[in-house]
Structure formats: structure tokens, C-alpha cells
């Protein structure tokens, strides 16, 4: 009470200490700044936005004093000043900034403190933080953290940690040196240093160089010792550095050699909420891609209370969602993720307004979609629901997601009829029409394709029927084709894609994963960091078909490749002198698996690799490939009753009397699939459904069916036998 009544007397004087501030007197000028600093020292925004308004203009002049008390005390009233926003612009109109940034070779060390710890206060202002960082004082700022003192080193730290929010002055602050200096007062210095210290590091391990440079100095150690014996205000900006340099897969080995795995863990059960989460986070980080590091954490039982804490605080944080979707990545988490996150991973998602974050978090849902025992699990927590609305709603990123979501849900038969029975065949039509996300138009026809099956007879595919498909990266094409070629030789029939699917590429895929007897994936780095891989692998499990993982880099995939594939034996095609001898390895295994050789008449097929083109002739198997230019249309020359025993083929007798309205004769129909054929324009072909009055949902799916089995020449035309019966003989005779 007596300090409010001592400060009311003294902002009832702040017009004389205004005026004192212009006298020559260098006396009463330190005495007016010594006022006004009583004054500001308390945290109270509104006298200091007050006096700044007033008294900033005289304060800045002061700064070129020649008497450096004078100048100490006015760098030490901005710093003050500073802590408020709109006092931040005042200050910089006031042209105090270039002064500030001399202050800071300043020969007095509370000049240079005070002004450093003001261009601090001042940096974070998304206007000022250009003029410091342009400024050329970086390579000042460091130098000071090498020679000042500990108060002076942490406001220059402080000034770097706000600037490195930049990736421009980041770099530039680590190509000069800036990280070593840190390191070592993050070693040896007090528990405020190691604070600042630990945040500024959080923000100098974004770029990839940068983390793999942080290891080289040796701020893993420190900061680790951080979290053992530092103080617990640094704890949560140690965990968010150690995250950020676990991102490297190489510095993923190294950081669980000094115990990360173990501090991080016992950080994480000691600590306060958001220590807790970062430390979650650190943790999920390390297990990416990082076979090792993922068992330790299992082993130590840390994935539940890991996604306990990651869903602890609402609403969830960008790290939070980003940590979640990390451990969802790999298929052995996604039970334990599902069991213990998922009311409030669904509650968030539904509250979620960041369009990034709801992507994170439909993704993180999608993958949990993957485990069988999931798929019981999840619609009784309304995920299908949420999937649906998401399709009908307007985050346009998170829509392939949501559609993969219920995708993976629609292959288990009681759980497709649960989709259906929620209008989820109806939304996933609107969806192929009106999204603007191409993938989420794919996924969503091979969702409803998924769902169609469970209405209509499913063709068997006969043994001699099915072959083996080629899962790869195009980036090794050129080995791949050449283990294609051998299998075609050894009489396998081969499905494998030579050119980049054209139309519904993800329909395409679906098909070739279904009516294969095995699939041979090509495990690359390239492989694992391709999500249309990633999407092939996974259904190829989720249908447990048999397959065989190749090793073309001679690296054994990690991470979600690696739990996807298993224990399963792996042949290496790495080594080119090897090739004959695993060939023939190959083709035992797949024998083993259940495809057999197959004799075939002699035929050819044109096959394009990315570099260049060749022509191979199959003399004993056929090897498929995704497109069909070039083949002989089936249709061009129907007649109106060819087309009428096409649509009774597929329940379309309906349909009949439009297409004679509309004129969509052999010809139109055979145009119409040369389009779906050459430019995969699907909006094109809804449409003409639409121009036709094909009402239904089933009528479309039975129409885009009986398209697609042109498209891929699966549909066998049986004209009628044009014979008339003589009635009086009961004899036929052909009209021929």
C-alpha cells in the first residue's frame, strides 16, 4: 500500500521528471531516470504504457549520452518500457534502435546489458525483428556470449533465441558460431543461463544441418543434464531441443547412447503438464523410422502413459497433434494409441478449428484404422461418424484421410454394413464429385468400391487367374523390371506398373492388391517415405495377402515398413552379381506362397520405363501393366442389343431406354471410355451419369463398375444366337 501511495505521488510528478529529462544537468537527468525506473520496476502495464508514451522520446536521447550512467539508466528504462506492446512501436519510432544496437560494443557493461535485453524485449514484434536481425549485430551478439558477463551473456542469448525464429537469422546465427558459445554456458552457467540457453537451442535445431550440428558441438549432454539436476523452468524447452534433434534418423542412435530414452522418461512422470507433453513428444520423435529405440519404449511400457499425456490438455497443442500422429505412424502403437487416446483424440478432432492440426489428427485417426482389432474398437467411439462428417464438411486437407479412414473400416463386412447403414455409400458419392483433394476423390471411389462388394456377387479369381504383384518406388525402376522380366521367364504372371496409372490410380492399385496370389514388396528409403507405397503395403496387409519384402538398397526397412513387414524373410537383390542366384530363390518362395507358373500363348507387351523405352515379348506369362492404350476396343461396333445384354450384365436393365434417348450407342460408349482411358477424368464420368439420370447410388457404382470392366477388358461380350424357331417343325434355324 505504501509503494502504490509512493508511486501515485510519483506519476503525479511524471510532467517535472519529463521536463528533467531535457535539462543539461547530467545530475538531474540521472535523477529523472532514476525516478521513472522506480516506477516501471513494478509490473504494471498500464503506468508503463503511460510513461512510454510520454517520457520514450526523451529516454532515446539520452542513449548517445557521452556520460555512461546517463546512458546505462536510459537503456535500463527502455528495457522496461519494452515489456509492453504498444511501447515496443513507440521505441522503435522514436529511431532507438540503432543506438540500442551500438549499446552493445558499449565499453559499460550495463549499457550493453540493458540494451541487449531491450532489443530482446523488442524482437519478438514481427515489424522490429527484420530491423535487429538486418542489422549486422548477429556476429555481435555472439561475440558478447563468448566474453561478457553471465547477466550480459543470457540478454544476448535471449536476443538470439527471438531471432532464431527466423530460419534466415537461424542459419546465420549458427554459420557464425552461435551455437558453441551456448552450449558451453548452457554447461557452466547459472540455472537462469540454462533456462535461456535450453530455449534458445530449441529454436536452433530446425533446419536439418543444424541438428546434426548441434550433436557436433555437444549440446546433447547438457541438455540431458538438464533434465537430470537444471532447473525445472528449463526443462520443457530442453525436451523441445532434444525433439528437435531426434528428427534426424542419424542422431536418433545417438541420443538413446547417453540414457535419452530414460531421462526423457522420468521426466515425463515428474514434471508439469506441458513438461509432460514435450517430453511425450521427445519420446515419440525418437522411435520414427528407429526399430531400436521403439523397442525400448515398449519394453519400458512408455507408449500409455505417452498418449496419456499427449492427450491431456485441451485444446491440443500443434506439438501435441504432430507427436500423436508421430507414434500412429507405426502399426505396433496404433492398439495402445486407440485404448488409451481415443475419446479425447475424437473430442479434439471435432473442436479442432487449425487446419493443420485437424489434418495431423484425422491422419493420427486413419492409421489406427489399420489394426484389425481396431476396426471393432473404433466405431464404438463414433469414428465413422466423424470420418463422414469430415468428407461432408469443409477441411478440404483432411478429406483423403477421412476417406482412407473409411476404407480401411469398410473391408470388415460388419463394419461396412454399419458405414452403409449411416448414408456413408451416399456421402462418399458426393464426396467424388464436389472435393477439390484428388486424393480424397480416389480414396473415396475405392471406399465405395469396398462397400459395393458387400452388396453385389464378388467374382471368384481362379488360381491360374491371379498374379504376382510388384510393389516399388519408381526411383529403382530399372532393377525392378529387371526381376519382372526374370519372373516372366520363370512362367509367373506378372502385375506391375510401368507407367503411371492414368485415372483412378488408387482403384487400379486396389484391383491388382485383390487379384494377386502374392505381392513382392520393394523395400527402399524411397519406398518407406512414399505415402502411395505406404497406401500399398497397407492393404496388401490389411487383406493378409501373402507377400514376399525385397531389398533393393541392401537397408532393412525401419519404422512403419519394418513393423508392417515383420519377421518375414527378406531376399536382397542389392548385390548385381547375386542377381541369378536370388532370382531363382525368389522364385521358390513365391511358389511357396501359393502362385504357380503358367503356360500362356506367346504375346507382347509394350513396357516404358522412365528412361526410355523398351519392348519386351512374353513367350511364357503375361506381365500387366496399369494402362491399356493401344488395345482394340470391344465396344465401338455394338449394336443397340449389344449394349442392352451389357447392361443386363451388371442389373442396369433400367437404364435401357435412357441410353436410347441419349443416343449412347457403341460408339459413345466406346468414347467415353477412351476419355476414363487416356485422362482418368472421373468428374467427366459422374457427370454423364448424372446427364443419363442415373439416380441411385447402386445404379452408379454398377455403372462405374461395368466401365471400369471395359477400361481393364474383364467384361467378355456373349452376343445372342440370332436364330428363329420354325413352329411348325420346333426346328431352329440360323437367320443367317
Known amino acids: ?96 534502435i540503432p543506438h540500442l544496437i551500438n549499446g552493445i560494443e558499449s565499453p559499460d557493461e550495463v549499457v550493453r546489458e540493458n540494451s541487449l535485453g531491450t532489443l530482446w524485449s523488442l524482437a519478438p514484434n514481427p515489424n522490429i525483428k527484420p530491423i535487429i536481425g538486418k542489422s549486422g549485430c548477429i556476429t555481435k551478439v555472439i561475440q558478447v556470449i563468448h566474453h561478457a558477463p553471465e547477466p550480459t551473456k543470457v540478454a544476448a542469448v535471449g536476443l ?45 535445431c530446425f533446419t536439418s544441418a543444424h541438428k546434426v550440428k548441434a550433436i557436433e558441438v555437444g549440446a546433447v549432454e547438457p541438455l540431458l543434464s538438464v533434465l537430470k539436476n537444471g532447473p525445472q523452468t528449463a526443462w520443457a524447452h530442453a525436451c523441445t531441443a532434444i525433439w528437435n534433434i531426434a528428427v534426424n ?20 512422470n515428474k514434471a508439469s503438464q506441458d513438461v ?52 500412429s505412424k507405426n502399426v ?65 486437407n483432411s478429406k483423403d484421410e477421412a476417406a482412407s479412414g473409411i476404407w480401411n473400416l469398410a473391408l470388415d463386412p460388419e463394419i461396412g454394413k454399419m458405414i452403409l447403414d449411416m448414408g456413408g455409400k451416399s456421402i462418399l458419392t458426393k464426396a467424388t464429385v464436389e472435393t477439390k483433394n484428388k486424393e480424397a ?47 516372366q521367364d520363370f512362367g509367373f504372371k506378372v502385375w506391375i506398373d510401368v507407367e503411371e496409372m492414368a485415372g483412378n490410380a488408387l482403384e487400379k492399385m486396389a484391383l491388382a492388391v485383390e487379384e494377386s496370389s502374392v505381392v513382392l514388396v520393394c523395400a527402399t528409403v524411397q519406398y518407406q517415405e512414399s505415402h502411395a507405397c505406404r497406401t500399398e503395403a497397407e492393404y496388401t496387409y490389411q487383406l493378409k495377402k501373402p507377400f514376399i519384402p525385397l531389398l533393393l538398397d541392401g537397408r532393412r526397412p525401419t519404422g512403419w515398413l519394418g513393423a508392417l513387414l515383420g519377421t518375414q524373410l527378406y531376399i536382397d537383390f542389392s548385390k548385381p552379381e547375386q542377381f541369378e542366384g536370388k532370382a531363382m530363390e525368389l522364385k521358390k518362395l513365391i511358389e511357396k506362397k501359393g502362385a504357380f507358373t503358367k503356360t500362356a500363348t506367346a504375346t507382347t507387351t509394350t513396357m516404358k520405363p522412365s528412361s526410355g523405352h523398351q519392348k519386351h515379348t512374353a513367350h511364357s506369362a503375361l506381365v500387366s501393366t496399369s494402362t491399356v492404350g493401344g488395345q482394340e476396343s470391344q465396344c465401338e461396333k455394338w449394336t443397340q442389343r449389344d449394349l442392352e445384354i451389357w447392361l443386363e450384365a451388371y442389373q442396369l436393365d433400367s437404364l435401357k431406354e435412357r441410353f436410347v434417348e441419349e443416343r449412347m450407342d ?12 487416356s485422362e482418368g477424368n472421373e468428374t467427366f464420368v459422374w457427370s454423364v451419369m448424372k446427364e443419363l439420370s442415373v439416380a441411385t447410388v ?25 436364330t428363329i424357331k420354325d413352329s411348325s417343325s420346333g426346328e431352329q434355324k440360323n437367320e443367317q
Not at 521513472?36 to 520514450?56: F, H, K, V, Y
Not at 481362379?462 to 526374370?486: E, F, R
Not at 462405374?704 to 445372342?720: I, V
Open 249 to 268: 534418423l542419424e542422431n536418433k542412435t545417438y541420443l538413446a547412447k547417453p540414457g535419452a530414452i530414460e531421462i526423457l522418461a522420468e521426466t515425463m
Open 441 to 487: 476423390k480416389e480414396k473415396a471411389q475405392s471406399a465405395l468400391r469396398a462397400l459395393s462388394q458387400l452388396t453385389e456377387p464378388k467374382t471368384e479369381i481362379t488360381g491360374d487367374q491371379k498374379h504376382v504383384m510388384i510393389s516399388y518406388n519408381w526411383t529403382h525402376q530399372q532393377l525392378v523390371m529387371k526381376i519382372a522380366h526374370k519372373l
Open 1 to 96: 500500500y505504501q509503494r502504490r501511495v509512493r508511486d501515485f505521488h510519483h506519476m503525479n510528478q511524471l510532467p517535472q521528471y519529463i521536463q528533467d529529462l531535457s535539462s543539461p544537468s547530467e545530475t538531474t537527468q540521472i535523477d529523472a531516470l532514476t525516478r521513472l525506473l522506480e516506477l516501471l520496476t513494478p509490473n504494471n502495464a498500464s503506468d508503463r504504457d503511460r510513461i512510454g508514451e510520454q517520457c520514450t522520446a526523451g529516454i532515446t536521447r539520452l542513449l548517445k549520452s557521452a556520460n555512461l550512467e546517463v546512458a546505462g539508466k536510459a537503456a535500463s528504462c527502455l528495457r522496461f518500457l519494452a515489456r509492453t506492446n504498444p511501447n515496443k512501436d513507440i521505441i522503435s519510432r522514436c529511431g532507438a
Open 698 to 722: 447402386g445404379e452408379r457404382l454398377r455403372l462405374r463398375k461395368a466401365l471400369n470392366d471395359l477400361l481393364t477388358s474383364k467384361y467378355q461380350h456373349r452376343p445372342e444366337d440370332k
Open 332 to 396: 505396433k502403437n496404433v492398439d495402445v494409441v486407440a485404448k488409451t487416446g481415443i475419446d479425447p483424440i475424437v473430442r479434439a478432432l471435432k473442436a479442432e478449428a487449425n487446419v493443420q492440426n485437424h489434418e495431423r489428427l484425422t491422419s493420427c485417426l486413419r492409421n489406427l484404422t489399420v489394426s484389425d482389432s481396431n476396426k471393432q474398437f473404433l466405431p464404438k467411439h463414433g469414428v465413422i461418424e466423424l470420418f463422414l462428417s469430415i468428407l461432408e464438411g469443409n477441411m478440404e
Open 276 to 327: 509432460q507433453i514435450n517430453a511425450a513428444a521427445a519420446l515419440a520423435t525418437l522411435t520414427i523410422n528407429h526399430d531400436e529405440n521403439q523397442e525400448a519404449i515398449s519394453n519400458m511400457n512408455l507408449l500409455e502413459p505417452m498418449v496419456k499425456h499427449l492427450t491431456s490438455k485441451f485444446p491440443f497443442t500443434v506439438d501435441m497433434c504432430t507427436a500423436l500422429n508421430n507414434i
Open 666 to 677: 457403341g460408339q459413345a460408349l466406346d468414347q467415353l471410355v477412351q476419355i476414363l482411358r
Open 160 to 204: 538470439l533465441y527471438s531471432l532464431a525464429v527466423n530460419n534466415d537469422y537461424e542459419k546465420e546465427i549458427v554459420n557464425n558460431g552461435g551455437l558453441e558459445p551456448i552450449v558451453e554456458l548452457l554447461k557452466t552457467g547459472g540455472d537462469d543461463a540454462k533456462f535461456r540457453c535450453s530455449q534458445a537451442l530449441s529454436n536452433l
